[in-house]
C-alpha cells in the first residue's frame, strides 16, 4: 500500500522558484536530479551552470541553488515557454500529475503577466509620463492596426478639464497627431514576427523595426482628421486606439513642414500588406501574445519544481500551505523599470487565487512571478500559520534565497 505523501508549505518568508526547488533537495531529492533537469532545460535558452550548495543556518542545514545562466536576453514569449516546456517534458518522462503541474505554473505567469502590462501603469522607473486626457471610440474588445477610413461611431479625444485651455487655436487645422500610452499593450521582445505573418515563412524583425504596439515605451502615434472642438473634447476622424487610452500629447499636422517627398517603405515595399493598410482595407492580424519578462530562470525552476515534486511521490492533490504569505515591501528593479512590491504580476495572481497574504516582514521582494505561480499550480488548502502543519513531520526542507535580511531568507517545506 502507497503511504500519500503530504507536503506543507511555509511561505513565512516568501518564496521564489529557485527556493523551492532548494528546499526539495532538503526534503531528501538527489541535488543531481534537480540540478542536472535544470542544466537540461536551459539547453532551449543557452547554458547553464546549476549548483547546490549546503549552508549552515540557526534553523540547520539549508539548500542554495546557485545558477549561472547564459541566454540571448531577459525575455520569452509565451509560444517559446510552452513549446520548451513541452519539449522538456517529454525529455524528463514527467508523469502527467507533475507534468500537469508544470504546466498550471507556466500558464499562470503567462496571465498574470498578460494582466500586469495592461494595467495602464504609467510609472515606468525614472520616467513618469502624465496623461492629458483620454481618447473615446467605439473599440472595446478589439481595435484596428491603422485607423479605417469608413469606421462608423464617434471618435473624440476628451482632455482633463484642468489642460482645456490648450485647445485654444486647435482648430485652425485640419489634422492633428495624437500620442497616446498604449495601455494593453503585453509587454515586448526585441525581435518580433510581423502579426500578418504566420507559419514557417514567417520572418522574424528587430521591433525598432515593426510598429508593433508591445514596446519598452508602448507609444501611439496617431495622424487624424480634426473635426471640431467642443469644450475639453476634439472630435476627430477614426481612431485605431481602444476606448479610454490614456492620451498624453496633442500635436498639429502642418502640411508645409510634415509633407515629405523622401523615403521608402523599407522590408514591407513589396507587402501586399501594406496595400490594405494605405487602402484601409480590412483585414486579419494574428494576435500578438504576451511575453515573460526577466524569464532567465522561469522554466529552470518550473521544470526542477516538477521534477522534484515527483521524486518525492509527493500528493498533489493534498498539498497544505501556511498562511498568510508573505510578499515583502518597497521596490524592486528590473530591467524595464521599478516596480512596488508586490510586483503587478505578484498582486495578479494573488488576487486571481485568492492567495491569503500580508506585507512584510522586510522592505524586500519575498514572494516572486515564479513563487506565486509555482504556489497557485499546487493548489493547496490555505492553513493558519499559527496552527501548525497538519500531523507529524517526518521530514523538512530549507530552501535559501540569496538576499541578505534581518531575518532569515528561506522557504520551509515539510512532508509527512
Not at 94 to 110: G, K, N, Q, V, W
Not at 248 to 275: C, M, Q, Y
Not at 342 to 367: C, F, M, N, S, W
Not at 373 to 398: D, F, I, N, S, Y
Request: hydrophobic share 40%.
Amino acid at each position: 500500500m502507497n503511504i500519500e505523501r503530504i507536503l506543507t508549505v511555509d511561505p513565512a518568508m516568501g518564496m521564489a522558484g529557485d527556493m523551492f526547488s532548494a528546499a526539495l533537495i532538503g526534503l531528501g531529492v538527489p541535488a543531481s536530479v534537480v540540478t542536472g533537469v535544470m542544466e537540461h532545460v536551459a539547453r532551449f535558452l543557452g547554458s547553464a551552470n546549476v549548483q547546490a550548495e549546503i549552508v549552515s543556518t540557526k534553523e540547520g542545514p539549508g539548500v542554495h541553488l546557485r545558477t549561472e545562466l547564459e541566454m540571448d536576453g531577459p525575455h520569452l514569449s509565451a509560444s517559446d515557454a510552452r513549446t520548451y516546456l513541452e519539449a522538456a517534458v517529454r525529455e524528463e518522462h514527467l508523469s502527467p500529475p507533475y507534468a500537469d503541474f508544470a504546466r498550471r505554473a507556466l500558464e499562470c505567469l503567462i496571465a498574470a503577466e498578460r494582466e500586469a502590462h495592461s494595467s495602464g501603469q504609467l510609472d515606468v522607473g525614472e520616467l513618469h509620463l502624465k496623461p492629458i486626457g483620454i481618447v473615446h471610440t467605439p473599440y472595446h474588445n478589439e481595435a484596428p492596426r491603422q485607423p479605417q477610413k469608413d469606421a462608423k461611431g464617434e471618435f473624440y479625444v476628451e482632455l482633463f478639464p484642468e489642460f482645456a485651455a490648450g485647445l485654444a487655436g486647435v482648430e485652425a487645422f485640419s489634422h492633428i497627431y495624437i500620442i497616446s500610452y498604449l495601455h494593453r499593450a503585453s509587454g515586448y521582445s526585441l525581435t518580433v514576427t510581423p502579426p500578418w505573418q504566420e507559419g514557417e515563412k514567417a520572418r522574424r524583425v528587430g521591433l525598432f523595426a515593426s510598429r508593433s504596439p508591445n514596446r519598452p515605451s508602448p507609444l501611439g502615434f496617431t495622424l487624424t482628421q480634426m473635426r471640431r472642438v467642443e469644450g475639453n473634447r476634439i472630435y476627430t476622424g477614426p481612431l485605431d486606439l481602444f476606448d479610454g487610452t490614456p492620451v498624453v500629447d496633442i500635436k498639429p499636422h502642418l502640411r508645409t513642414l510634415d509633407e515629405t517627398d523622401f523615403g521608402n517603405d523599407g522590408w514591407l515595399a513589396d507587402s501586399d500588406h501594406l496595400r490594405l493598410h494605405k487602402e484601409g482595407i480590412p483585414h486579419h492580424h494574428a494576435s500578438e501574445e504576451a511575453v515573460l519578462h526577466e524569464a532567465q530562470d522561469i522554466l529552470l525552476d518550473i521544470m526542477g519544481a516538477a521534477k522534484g515534486l515527483e521524486s518525492l511521490e509527493v500528493s498533489l492533490q493534498n498539498v497544505v500551505c501556511l498562511t498568510p504569505v508573505s510578499v515583502g515591501g518597497g521596490q524592486v528593479r528590473f530591467s524595464h523599470g521599478t516596480l512596488p512590491v508586490p510586483t503587478p504580476a505578484v498582486a495578479a495572481i494573488l488576487k486571481r487565487y485568492r492567495i491569503p497574504h500580508a506585507t512584510g516582514p522586510v522592505d524586500a521582494e519575498l514572494l516572486t512571478p515564479t513563487g506565486a505561480a509555482l504556489l497557485a499550480a499546487l493548489r493547496p488548502r490555505w492553513r493558519p500559520r499559527e496552527m501548525g502543519p497538519e500531523g507529524k513531520v517526518a521530514q523538512r526542507g530549507l530552501g535559501l534565497g540569496s538576499k541578505k535580511l534581518e531575518l532569515l531568507n528561506g522557504l520551509r517545506l515539510m512532508l509527512r
